[in-house]
């Protein structure tokens, strides 16, 4: 095998820089997702939008003042943003919520909510959850865990334990809601490892959101800053 062949097998990694974009490599796809909300202006599904052209290699503004958007243009230098990672340990636990229904168990991780608001379908997932012996509650239920991009919402079998996920490629999402007018946090899914700065290995997870407004409280996570107006 040839070395350009080995340099494509890279796995997909997200690097948090020190006060900088989110280094992007792996040949990691780029694709904007845009919120599609119901007649009552509730969100209920995704529609794709533009597909960026795959790069081995890129990197992702995260101090939300770059005039590249998604990608950085060194505006944080200018900025002199300041990025400091908090959302480490067991910052998820202390936050998290255990709802168990007939057919249907819920984890709610509150603290990766990064208010896209799918969870307000219907009359909540969390009552949903608890009807889950009724198969329309229980399909709108996964429907909405599933839509959930920062994976606040992780449903279970209740007779099995196995966790309900999406099959998702390693991908980047750059999300946006056109009804709110409002750019929201990267969609990374498949479980792209992300890196800190220090190097510190977070968990890998199937769907998790990270923070490109530079507000978040929550670094590098999405902590719903960018929808707090």
């Known amino acids: 095998m040839g070395e350009e062949a080995k340099k494509d097998e890279v796995a997909p990694r997200i690097k948090v820089s020190k006060d900088g974009p989110y280094l992007v490599s792996g040949n990691v796809p780029l694709v904007e997702q845009l919120v599609i909300s119901d007649e009552d202006g509730v969100p209920c599904s995704w529609k794709e939008g533009r ?25 944080h230098a200018k900025a002199k943003f300041v990025g400091t990672e908090k959302g480490r340990g067991k910052f998820a636990e202390k936050g998290t919520e255990l709802f168990d229904g007939p057919v249907l168990e819920l984890k709610d991780i509150r603290p990766y909510c990064s208010r896209a608001r799918f969870c307000h379908r219907g009359e909540g997932i969390w009552k949903l959850t608890a009807e889950s012996d009724d198969p329309e509650a229980r399909r709108t239920a996964i429907e909405i865990a599933a839509n959930c991009p920062a994976g606040r919402l992780v449903l ?20 946006s809601d056109p009804a709110r007018e409002e750019e929201g946090p990267l969609w990374v899914r498949g479980g ?36 707090m107006k």
Do not use: W
Request: charged fraction near 30%; aromatic fraction near 8%; glycine fraction near 10%.
């Open 192 to 227: 792209i490892q992300v890196e800190g700065a220090d190097g510190f290995l977070y968990q890998k997870r199937n769907r998790v959101t990270l923070c490109r407004c530079g507000k978040s409280k929550n670094m590098p996570f999405c902590d719903g800053s960018h929808a």
């Open 156 to 175: 279970k079998e209740s007779s099995t334990g196995k966790e309900i996920e999406p099959e998702l490629e390693p991908s980047i999402g750059v999300t």
């Open 51 to 75: 597909r960026y052209p795959l790069q081995r290699s890129y990197a992702l503004c995260r101090c939300g003042k770059s005039s590249k958007k998604p990608f950085c243009d060194g505006a």
